[in-house]
């Protein structure tokens, strides 16, 4: 069993900065595939990044791209998603989430792919 608990959501405005933190419980955290995900308001939650169990590769869609910066620290089980020049549309709630073991070689983007997530934080972007 896996727990993931995130923070560091909050509000913003617009060109500004915010860290989301992600702290895993359980002792296969640092051979696992972590991924971040979001969800905006009447919308499908959808893949933001990933990053293998080293922190050596790593995955951005395309709207997060250059913005935004996933990185994790294994001594403390912990993933990180620093988000910069945000924008309206970076508005949502955020979830990070473990891949299944499965996919340790890979970097998925779907959400059947992930089997272990947390509560979510709200980040909300003003203009």
């Known amino acids: 069993q896996v727990q993931l608990v995130e923070s560091g959501g909050g509000l913003v405005q617009a060109g500004g900065s915010l860290r989301l933190s992600c702290a895993a419980s359980?002792?296969?955290?640092?051979?696992?595939?972590m991924g971040w995900f979001r969800q905006a308001p009447g919308k499908e939650r959808e893949f933001v990044t990933a990053?293998?169990?080293?922190?050596?590769?790593?995955s951005y869609a395309d709207s997060v791209k250059g913005r935004f910066t996933i990185s994790r620290d294994n001594a403390k089980n912990t993933v990180y998603l620093q988000m910069n020049s945000l924008k309206p549309e970076d508005t949502a709630v955020y979830y990070c989430?473990?891949?299944?073991?499965?996919?340790?070689?890979?970097?998925?983007?779907?959400?059947?792919?992930?089997?272990?997530w947390g509560q979510g934080t709200q980040v909300t972007v003003s203009s």
């Open positions: 990053i293998n169990w080293s922190g050596a590769s790593t």
């Open positions: 989430a473990t891949a299944a073991p499965d996919y340790r070689y890979d970097l998925p983007r779907t959400e059947r792919r992930y089997n272990y």
């Open positions: 359980g002792r296969t955290f640092s051979s696992v595939v």
